[in-house]
């Protein structure tokens, strides 16, 4: 595990920050890609200081920007030889927030974040992580997916620009299910596209973990109160750092690519039917998710959205 290079982006909290200590105290030489450096380096160096690793690096990335990604991947690319795992753990979800947000590139946020920026990414270090005799992707998905055993529910395709800002209401939690939807999409296509360079891609549907007091402040009033209920409960996010490693790096998962891995690290299959009682098993349990991920119009379009919002910043890496 020594010779593992690592990247995490959002490793400065949360489950991102339980899975660096993991890596960190397993030996692995661990990148933290993070937006605030001033956070992230109180956490870099408490990280060094309990683990006694000094292969802890720390290098600054906003996942929502095309440009911050290109600057971080250009400057790893020139510093490190390969790179073995890649985890997209950052996500943007503004709990309470009632107003479209728009990235630099003038994209929703939460699909910059969630969606576009991990597309980009893996794409620009594709060619470094094929140098790796394992390398392995893994994306943070989410149970909020679940949410489109609905029937109705679609991906706002003619939105993610904030084009509609003016007259469709603006929900936080719909556009966050619906990013995070399509990052489920594009693991399964990215997973196709790298798999002659020995590339896997996954993605783990992230359960209930234990939420930060600064978390639960944003929430609605009523909300909130179900937080601190559910905290009582949740696990740690150490337990997904778990599982986080588990994935990346065991034999178990060494040859696994174009998966859903749930937090009880079992595969996650589509749905056979969304009707009746089985649908009722889709909604509450763990082991399916809705067709809607599979359908190929969907995939594709995603695909070719996500190609073209980048184009510029990928023309120099065809698809393969």
């Avoid at 692995?28 to 992230?40: F, G, K, L, P």
């Avoid at 905290?231 to 588990?246: G, K, Q």
């Avoid at 996650?268 to 909604?283: A, D, M, R, W």
């Amino acid at each position: 595990m020594k010779d593992k290079i690592i990247i995490i982006t959002g490793a400065n909290s949360g489950i991102g920050k339980a899975a660096t200590l993991k890596f960190a105290t397993e030996g692995c030489h661990v990148i933290m890609a993070c937006r605030n450096m001033e956070t992230s380096s109180t956490v870099q160096k408490d990280i060094i200081e309990l683990t006694k690793n000094m292969n802890v690096d720390l290098m600054q990335l906003d996942v929502s920007s095309f440009e911050s990604i290109r600057s971080f991947c250009s400057d790893f690319t020139s510093k490190y030889p390969r790179l073995d795992i890649l985890i997209h753990n950052a996500a943007y979800l503004n709990h309470g927030e009632k107003e479209y947000k728009l990235s630099p590139e003038h994209i929703e946020l939460s699909f910059a974040t969630n969606t576009f920026g991990p597309f980009l990414m893996s794409r620009l270090l594709a060619d470094h992580l094929a140098k790796s005799t394992d390398p392995r992707i893994l994306n943070a998905c989410t149970t909020n997916i679940k949410n489109f055993f609905d029937p109705k529910r679609e991906i706002e395709f003619d939105n993610l620009r904030g084009e509609l800002r003016g007259s469709r209401p603006y929900s936080t939690y719909k556009m966050y299910g619906d990013s995070k939807m399509a990052l489920l999409m594009l693991t399964f296509k990215m997973a196709e596209e790298f798999k002659d360079l020995g590339i896997k891609v996954n993605a783990i549907q992230i359960n209930r973990v234990k939420l930060s007091k600064e978390t639960i402040q944003k929430m609605h009033s009523v909300w909130k109160v179900f937080a601190h209920l559910q905290n009582l409960t949740n696990p740690l996010p150490a337990r997904m750092a778990d599982n986080y490693f588990h994935i990346c790096t065991s034999e178990e998962f060494k040859d696994v690519t174009g998966q859903l891995i749930n937090h009880e690290l079992k595969i996650v299959k589509p749905s056979i039917t969304e009707k009746g009682f089985t649908q009722l098993k889709n909604i509450f349990g763990s082991s399916s998710y809705p067709q809607y991920a599979i359908n190929p119009q969907n995939v594709e379009q995603i695909w070719k959205l996500s190609n073209s919002l980048t184009e510029s910043d990928i023309r120099d890496q065809p698809v393969r």
